[in-house]
């Protein structure tokens, strides 16, 4: 069983759409059982919070099912636990790698695995939840790939 973690800033926003998103994806290609997957903060800023209505909203408008979820920290604890541990942005993984320290786990930016890395943006404060959707959809499709559907 692969574990991935999706991780951003306050756990509201794009780590909790990538993680419906990756969710989503696996189940319907019938790989659930092969996963398991959650989100995590770098930031106490949202912690215990629901995921944004933006990211509720755009989910909901795609046919995504929302999984079950409060916003929680980022611990070093999880980078011995998760093989995948996937960042949003250069900052999110700045605080990943100082959370973390050494660890066990694959600690990338998700969007690293497609043909075009870069950062997703906030959609905190761009409010552009269909932007950040597109990337984290591209970013979850050439993660999968990566891994290699037909060895999971």
Do not use: Q
Not at 26 to 51: C, Y
Not at 60 to 84: F, K, Q, S, W
Not at 114 to 127: F, V
């Amino acid at each position: 069983m692969k574990k991935v973690l999706f991780v951003c800033h306050g756990n509201i926003c794009r780590s909790t759409m990538a993680e419906s998103v990756f969710t989503d994806m696996v189940k319907k290609r019938g790989l659930a059982g092969k996963f398991e997957i959650s989100s995590a903060a770098t930031h106490p800023d949202e912690l215990g919070n629901p995921p944004h209505y933006g990211t509720r909203e755009k989910l909901r408008e795609v046919g995504i099912p929302l999984v079950p979820h409060r916003a929680r920290l980022l611990t070093r604890a999880d980078g011995e636990y998760y093989d995948y541990i996937l960042g949003m942005d250069a900052e999110n993984a700045r605080y990943m790698r100082r959370i973390l320290g050494d660890c066990r786990a694959e600690v990338r930016l998700l969007l690293d695995y497609t043909e075009r890395p870069r950062a997703i943006a906030d959609p905190w404060y761009t409010g552009n939840f269909d932007a950040t959707y597109a990337d984290i959809s591209e970013g979850c499709a050439a993660f999968l790939r990566a891994l290699g559907e037909e060895k999971l």
